[in-house]
């Protein structure tokens, strides 16, 4: 498997390389955002690990210009520890998971072996929910033979809900789990499954997103009991 990594400081991005290709990964190099984003438009990669940083063109903006692009490529993304702000920038503009410097590459390793385990099941998954399809593969959706348009936060919200068919996510288990942003505030995920609603449900006379109260939001097919 072939990995892109975009990573401006050298040091790092040498301990990086090494271990990866220790790990049995093939593994290209770009020093900064521009020719990162060049690499990744014309070539074959597996995963990207993308520094938030860069000189020339910031990480956000590359990951931006390839979801923009429809390129579903897994994006693991580098930030500062303390920047939150940066990992809920990263993950609105379609990173897949991030992972904050300084870390320990073991880590990092963990990280990238889940996102490819996650994206070999996603490529080849269609999720389907009385008229709702999840295509994964290219974070397509349709509900009654109609694409329904999402962001990215808006999409792995109801990806997660659908994997998960019948059963409640709670509010911390979304913001911690799906979105890994527990330090949003509380009403951040009401506010989505909102929006999510509109998206999905409105002009359907069966409803799929439920509240379940005191307790969370399911998504589940017409054919199950109610919930009250």
Known sequence: ?????????????????????????VVEVAYDGATGLNLALVGTYSLLILDVMLPRQDGWSVCQ???ARRDTTPILMLTARDAVQDRVRGLEMGADDYLPKPFDFDEL?????????????HKTRVIRIADLEI???VRRVTRAGQEVSLTPREYTLLEAL?????QVLTREAIQERVWMDEESYSNTVDVYIGMLRKKIDSGHE????????????TLRGPESEEIP
């Open 162 to 166: 659908a994997a998960s068919e019948g």
């Open 109 to 121: 390793l963990a990280r990238v072996r889940a996102l490819l385990r996650r994206d070999r099941v």
């Open 65 to 67: 210009a390839l979801r």
């Open 1 to 25: 498997m072939k990995i892109l990594l975009i990573e401006d400081e050298r040091a790092i991005a040498e301990v990086i390389k090494q271990g990866l290709e220790e790990a049995h990964y």
């Open 206 to 217: 069966e409803r799929l997103i439920h509240t379940v109260h005191g307790l969370g939001y």
């Open 135 to 137: 295509d994964t593969g």
